[in-house]
């Protein structure tokens, strides 16, 4: 019923930048969080950033400053800005948007992305 898709990682040197984009498609009436999270080899999957439908933010302690998190609402879509990478941001980073389908209009329930892999290089 829901599709997050992400795109935009890939690999980059350390201090280097990416943008990634996570488009949610599908029977939506309504997005109200949506956020990003990561997984590195061998570790649990972490908070990087949230974003509230109203534009409210709350970034994990590591990345603040260095990682942006935005949305565009009439394209359901988020993204996160990410600035002096270091080697341990390397992880696949999931997408993930609280929806409301068409179905069912007041009931919110987590949808994730497949992942897409940021690699930063020493």
């Known amino acids: 019923q829901v599709q997050l898709v992400e795109s935009g990682g890939g690999l980059v040197q350390a201090g280097g930048s990416l943008r990634l984009s996570c488009a949610a498609s599908g029977s939506i009436f309504s997005i109200n969080a949506m956020g990003w999270y990561r997984q590195a080899p061998g570790k649990q999957r972490e908070l990087v950033a949230v974003?509230?439908?109203?534009?409210?933010?709350n970034y994990a302690t590591s990345m603040k400053g260095r990682f942006t998190i935005s949305r565009d609402n009439a394209k359901n879509t988020v993204y996160l800005e990410m600035n002096s990478l270091k080697p341990e941001d390397t992880a696949v980073y999931y997408c993930n948007a609280n929806v409301a389908t068409m179905h069912h209009t007041s009931l919110f329930r987590a949808y994730w992305g497949q992942g897409t892999q940021v690699t930063v290089s020493s």
């Open positions: 974003i509230t439908s109203g534009g409210i933010t």
